[in-house]
């Protein structure tokens, strides 16, 4: 990860712990914009340099510890206890969504709800799984853009996927968005 070969002063480095009780899972005002728990909480924590990574527009490093017993290893497909790409991939975007709450990038937007933004292009590449003994997945995203549309936001980054010692996926052009919810924050149309 590019985090290992930076010399960065703790100063600009923020740690956030993702455990359930443990940071800020919403954003201000709470609502909306969340990131998922339960059986989709797939990161513990994410480091972030705000203007770091190979573009400038930020970095952040993500990790979860892989529980043996988690859910999705006796749900993926029969005699092949993984954990599916797709999570991966969700933990990817979940670390987005952590750079969006802890930026506070999304201020301003009226009633703001994430997804995925319509018609971004995205690439991924994958040359491994995760198993039940792996210990621990990690990840890396570089923003490669913030774009701001009236109250639309979308972030776009590019980003790799470790199991110990082995970069297993690469995405390019992993983006996450926010912009205003019909629904008012009890889930009932505005």
């Known amino acids: 990860p590019w985090l290992d070969e930076q010399d960065i002063p703790p100063s600009a480095l923020r740690r956030v712990g993702l455990e359930p ?16 728990g339960g059986h989709l909480s797939l990161v513990d924590e994410v480091e972030i340099v705000p203007a770091g990574g190979r573009f400038g527009a930020g970095y952040l490093r993500g990790r979860q510890h892989i ?10 497909f029969h005699r092949d206890p993984v954990m599916p790409g797709s999570l991966g991939v969700e933990a990817v975007l979940q670390g987005l969504q952590a750079f969006v709450l802890d930026q506070q990038l999304a201020e301003g937007i009226p009633n703001p709800r994430f997804a995925l933004p319509a018609g971004q292009q995205l690439s991924w590449r994958y040359r491994g799984q995760i198993l039940r003994d792996d210990g621990d997945m990690q990840f890396d995203v570089h923003v490669r853009e913030i774009q701001r549309d009236g109250d639309r ?5 590019d980003a790799s996927l470790w199991k110990p010692d082995l970069r297993i996926y690469e995405l390019t052009g992993v983006a996450i968005e926010v912009s205003p919810s019909d629904l008012d924050f009890e889930g009932s149309p505005a």
Do not use: E, I, N, Q
């Not at 043996?68 to 993926?76: D, E, I, L």
């Not at 936001?153 to 980054?157: A, T």
């Open 153 to 157: 936001l979308v972030v776009v980054g």
């Open 21 to 36: 009780g443990s940071g800020p899972r919403t954003g201000a005002g709470g609502g909306l914009l969340h990131l998922a």
């Open 67 to 76: 529980d043996p017993a988690a859910w999705y290893f006796s749900c993926h």
